[in-house]
């Protein structure tokens, strides 16, 4: 059964880079046929796609935040990573990392618990 | 991009009625859509894919059906568990989730 979990600071300053790890247990990223996502969630909003890593460490941003964002994948520590630049309060939020099959549907079928990131000074 | 919206925002309803949630993707996504229920403090769950099939686990009273623009998720009989937001999500493109639906204790 594969788990995701996400972890870095939760308290970023405007201006700053946010970065956000997701570890995965119970199958590993390199065995492929999964996209590794970011995916947020503003208070009390809905839900926002950042993007995806493949194995191969190909990527798909979501067009309003490419310019800021970079994902990356750690196969020998089977971890993708988050980064997000040039943080405003607009992007606080919770991130969770989610999984989703590269060759179906592409649903989000695994998610991590989330962590709740706040950008002030 | 391709736009996702649903109705009602929110509902109220009762333990045992049927409910009825709409989708609608702002151009034709064929049967690239997704479900998702979430309640407070979590994350959300996984219930129907591509449109009509039923995730492992989920109990078979949620449904969906539909194909190109639009939706619908159903609740066949509500159940105290089954009040949280409800979540559509296409697949076709550059992934985009609606806006959600509020489903409330009448």
Known sequence: QVQLQESGPGLVKPSQTLSLTCTVSGGSISSGGYYWSWIRQHPGKGLEWIGYIYYSGSTYYNPSLKSRVTISVDTSKNQFSLKLSSVTAADTAVYYCASSDSSGSQAFDIWGQGTMVTVSS | DIQMTQSPSSLSASVGDRVTITCRASQSISSYLNWYQQKP????????????????????????????????????????????????????????????????IK
């Open chain 2, 41 to 104: 403090g979590k994350a959300p769950k996984l219930l129907i894919y591509a449109a009509s099939s039923l995730q492992s686990g989920v109990p078979s009273r949620f449904s969906g059906s539909g194909s190109g623009t639009d939706f619908t998720l159903t609740i066949s009989s509500l159940q105290p568990e089954d009040f949280a937001t409800y979540y559509c999500q296409q697949s076709y493109s550059t992934p985009f989730f609606g806006p959600g639906t509020k489903v409330d």
